[in-house]
Each structure stands twice: as structure tokens, then as C-alpha cells.
């Protein structure tokens, strides 16, 4: 197996039985996710009584933290029962910088049919009232949150320095990095792509807000994941993807830090 290289041979005796672990691996992670979000309700909803599911986005981001590592631990264990390990599947091309710059560029054409999904399932939903419609469907008042900003604030660098450095390479080996390349060896790539894509996509309705915004949810993501698949099948390698993965979760999980930094220097309202 090259470095880099994301799909290895697999010996044709061994495609069925790749095949399975890696729907099992698909089906384990999302039975985590479902499993750590509403256990992160449960303890809120035990704190502060009317707080409703799911939680907010940092308690959210933190509860993932034993998922990731539990996912990233299962993913080497595949791999090393195949003779490979998880450096191998994060293995840079040239260099890393050039991974890095690709990485960039694949934030920028993956989130114009991740925004269009969002936009064509809203109008799906709610027609012309669509724009007005965005206040109620992806804020949640009654959402559980840390009530205090001092540890609203140390939670969010917790979540920050947690969520992105293990959730990107961690989706990104379970998803694109074995599932996919199994499944193609053992179905073939399109159906293979597009399952993975589904499984990435409802990975992600246990982290929406309101009803109306997992089905949302669900097709956005499912359309990211499909940009990434195609991205990673066209490569052959996971790490440039992974460092869009990164960088998208490195953004969307900053307001969980600066958003208490305002309100302790008084910039904002609490």
C-alpha cells in the first residue's frame, strides 16, 4: 500500500468480510453519536429541568470527545487486523503544505452545494417564508446551556481544542477513510459513496436544534459527504479533505469561546 493511498488492495476472499465491518463501523458510530448527545441531555436536563434535546452546540461538541477517540481507536484496530495502520490513511502527498492548500480550496467548492442543500430544503419546507422561517429553525431558546459565562468560557476552549483536532480525523477515517474505500471494494464506488454520504448525513440530526432542521441536517451533510467522497475517490488520499474538515470545525466551533469573551468583558449582554 502507498503511502497515502486510502483504498488498499483487499484480497478477494476478504471483500465480504471488509464489506461487513465496515457497515458495522458506520452503524457503531452513529449508535455513538446518538448515544453521547442524549446522555449529554439527560445530565443537563438533570441540572436545569427544562432544558429540551438536543443540547447546545459546545455541550454537543463536548460530548463527541469520547465518540472520537472511540472511533479513531476502532478504525486502528481494523486496520491493523489488515496489516496498515491510521498513519498510513492520513499520509501526506507531496507535502503538506500542498494538502493544506488543497484543503482550502475544497472548504470553498464544498460549501456552495452544502449552502444550496440548505437553501432548496428550506424552500422544501417552508416555501416563500423561508428567510423568515431561518430565526426558528436552527435556534432552540430552551436548548440546555452552562448558565455561568466564566464556565460557558472554559467549557468552549475544552470544546475547541477537543472537537477539531479529534472529530475531523476521526469522521474522516470512519467515513471516507475505511467505510468508504471497504465498500467500494467490496459493492462499488457510487453505491458505496452515496451510503457513506447517508450515514454521514444522519450522523448529524442528532446535533439539529428543531424538527424541521434535521431534515436539513440530514440533506445538507449528506451533500458534504458526498463532496468529500468524490474528493477522496478523484485523490486517492484522505489528509487534504481532513484539513477542510478541520478548519470548517475549528470555525464553527470558535463562537463557544468568543462568544463568553464578550460577555466577561462586557462587549455583550449576558
Not at 98 to 124: C, E, H, N
Not at 138 to 143: G, H, M, V, W
Not at 191 to 219: K, W
Not at 245 to 269: D, E, I, K, R, Y
Request: aromatic share 10%.
Amino acid at each position: 500500500m502507498k503511502q497515502g493511498q486510502v483504498v488498499p488492495p483487499v484480497r478477494r476472499l476478504d471483500v465480504g468480510a471488509v464489506g461487513r465491518r465496515a457497515t458495522c463501523l458506520l452503524l457503531a458510530r452513529i449508535g455513538m453519536v446518538a448515544a453521547a448527545t442524549v446522555a449529554a441531555w439527560l445530565i443537563m436536563r438533570a441540572v436545569d429541568g427544562t432544558a429540551t434535546f438536543p443540547s447546545s452546540p459546545m455541550l454537543a461538541s463536548l460530548s463527541l470527545i469520547p465518540v472520537n477517540i472511540a472511533s479513531l481507536l476502532l478504525v486502528s484496530r481494523l486496520l491493523r487486523s489488515e496489516g496498515s495502520n491510521l498513519r498510513s490513511l492520513f499520509a501526506p502527498g507531496r507535502s503538506v503544505l500542498r494538502d493544506a492548500g488543497w484543503g482550502l480550496l475544497w472548504i470553498a467548492v464544498l460549501y456552495i452545494p452544502f449552502v444550496l442543500a440548505v437553501m432548496a430544503t428550506m424552500w422544501v419546507l417552508h416555501g416563500s417564508g423561508m428567510f423568515d422561517a431561518f430565526a426558528t429553525v436552527f435556534y432552540d431558546p430552551d436548548a440546555a446551556t452552562i448558565a455561568s459565562p466564566a464556565w460557558s468560557l472554559i467549557l468552549g476552549i475544552l470544546a475547541v481544542v477537543t472537537f477539531a483536532p479529534l472529530n475531523a480525523p476521526a469522521e474522516e477515517a470512519v467515513y471516507r477513510g475505511y467505510a468508504q474505500s471497504r465498500l467500494s471494494a467490496s459493492w462499488s464506488p457510487w453505491p458505496a459513496m452515496l451510503v457513506c454520504s447517508l450515514a454521514f448525513g444522519a450522523q448529524h440530526a442528532f446535533f439539529a436544534p428543531t424538527t424541521d432542521a434535521m431534515v436539513v441536517y440530514v440533506v445538507a451533510f449528506t451533500v458534504w459527504g458526498l463532496g468529500s467522497a468524490l474528493i477522496v475517490r478523484a485523490q486517492g488520499r484522505l489528509l487534504p479533505i481532513t484539513i477542510a474538515h478541520l478548519l470548517v470545525n475549528l470555525m464553527t466551533s470558535s463562537p463557544a469561546v468568543v462568544f463568553p469573551v464578550l460577555v466577561l468583558t462586557g462587549v455583550v449582554q449576558y
